[in-house]
């Protein structure tokens, strides 16, 4: 019987009929797997290169058994191998010479766990199965209000929306991390009997696993192939003022202005939507906003950097419509129609219907930048909020079509190409740091400067609680640049003392993010139509002198942890290691730390432990096996390795230093930090 096995070059491939199977190296202890029917498809939408990286030298091998039962691929740490009779795959740590994780079939008279399901135009509806394990743990797979830091057990959409960010790439506690390198709408499920990761429409399979001695070698390895993050600016580390919204320039420049009277330290003020005259106008309005470009040059003399939102939606009342439509710049359905979405727009509080600039179309990003750049940029603009960059399509965009394909196949694409355009044309027009806040991003986001934010989530401690959870498994899906609306966006009145100790926890918290940013639609608010254009204060002054002397103080020690938080990025930007950390990640040899999900690291030195429940003045903090820990507040030095419960006043933040680490919070105010 002749072997289904062709090997060439370093790739190994599988055949039985039209079911066809590669294996190839793809990084360092990696491996890409690629099926499909009659043929792989080299050039298909995804976030790895389309060239794989050259193998190590000596690191890579192939063998087929004499009797042809099987084959094998090593590379590196990683070892494949595929059954001859049946194709599954099951792949092995040759360190330690164990199963990490291997394919699975459905049922004994379906030997496959891989299933294509024919729809149309070569698309078809694709099954990858794998076994399940009970012990496992799984992190990562983007952003999701679950509460859950955990995912297995968990039934995840794989789809795009407000506060819900589909990111296919999981982190196991098996040793592995695997990206199902799909941009298609579908869903994982992670149970007990098995794991199956579903493409509603897809013309091949096609996933990346890495294996891993620690989490941080997986998070390297994913980096590596997916991209690493480049250099944060400086003034993206400070603190970022914003609201629903600043209707106007004078309302804008006097906040800016009180900020500076007070002392008090800002790096960015943020003009929120509806500064347009029209949606997809991509410009201010000027009778609200009569002279921008005085008015950067008066926020930059203050040390400030302006922020303005943009959208990917253009509505016909825009002057930017009908030439983008005629370009065929514009997302459309089937049937050729542009409108697919409802927004509010002129004179009129009544939904109209609205288009959606294709972001996977380089033309339509060229359009966009060259408006972004004459409207903003020029003025000295170069920080951009792409806020709605799902896009914020409802249902959602699978039943478009896109440059890049059906929105079925590629719609998980969107946010990550938007980004791209705007990174792309500023490093070409000279910005050399560039950031992006988003509200959404795929795997290989990372690499054109996204900070990505939580969305808009409603103002609750448990909601604060939610976010602890999803920024820690943002950071383990290669996203570095995390946030949360500081307080929450959904509600929250000024006057209210339950609301006053959510916002300075949520302070204590952000200051201890990525990002520290304070935005939401405040009580009380005035609307138009269906959308919030309006809402109460939501300046740190705005809370009552307790919460105003509790959070001024956690922007005094942001000041001082910025050199300290530059200083770790630029360590993230060769190695792929978030500044937020699990402490799985930076302890994974503590099997206690995989349990913890209320704390983290911030960066190597400093434990964070924020409070999340209303009135709680003392919380229980797990020290972690192979370091010594210093309580900040109370000098106090503990053992790792063990629970205990720690003092957490209002205007305080459990936080500890490990070892002898010298970190900012030991230092005097003022006092420059040198590591």
Known sequence: MPTPFIVAGHALTWRNG????????????????RAGLHRILPDLPGALDSHAPAAEPGASRIEVDSAGRSATLVNGRARVEVAAATGLVSFHDTATGKEVLSEAPAHFWWPGSRHFEASDSGLHRIEQRFAGYPDERVYGLGQHAHGRFDQKGMVIELAQRNGEVSIPFILSSRGYGLLWNNPAVGRVELAVNGTRWVADRARQLDYWLTVGASPAAIMTAYAGATGFPPAMPEWASGFWQ???????????????????????????????????PHLGDWDFDREAWPDPRAMVEELHILGVEAAVSVWPSVSPLSENYVPMRDAGMLAETDNGTVMIGKWPDGDTAAEIGVAFYDATDARARDFLWDKVETSYYKLGIRAFWLDACEPEVRPGPQHLNFAAGPGCEVANLYPREHARGVFEHMRRAGQADVLSLVRSAWAGSQRYGVALWSGDIPATFEALADSIRAGLNVALSGIPWWTTDIGGFHGGDPEDETFRELIVRWFQFGAFCPIMRLHGHREPRSSHGPVGNGGGPNEVWSFGQPAYEAITA????????????????????????????????????????????????????????????????????YLPAGADWTHTDSGRRYPGGGHIMVDAPLESIPLFVRDDAHTPLSQEPGATFVR
């Open 18 to 33: 039209q079911h066809i199977l590669t294996v190839q190296p793809w990084g360092a202890d990696s491996v890409r797997v």
């Open 554 to 621: 956690m922007l005094c020690l942001r000041e001082r942890l910025r050199p300290y938080i530059h200083a770790h990025l630029r360590e993230g930007e060769r190695t792929g290691i978030p500044l937020m950390r699990p402490l799985l990640l930076a302890f994974p040899d503590d099997k206690a730390a995989w349990e913890v999900e209320d704390q983290y690291m911030f960066g190597p030195d400093i434990l964070v432990a924020p409070v999340t429940q209303f009135g709680a003045r003392q919380r229980p903090v």
């Open 242 to 276: 914003s609201k629903l919204r600043y209707r106007d320039q004078a309302q804008l420049l006097e906040v800016a202005r009180e900020y500076a009277c007070r002392g008090l330290p800002l790096s960015v003020l943020v003009i929120d939507y509806l500064h347009w």
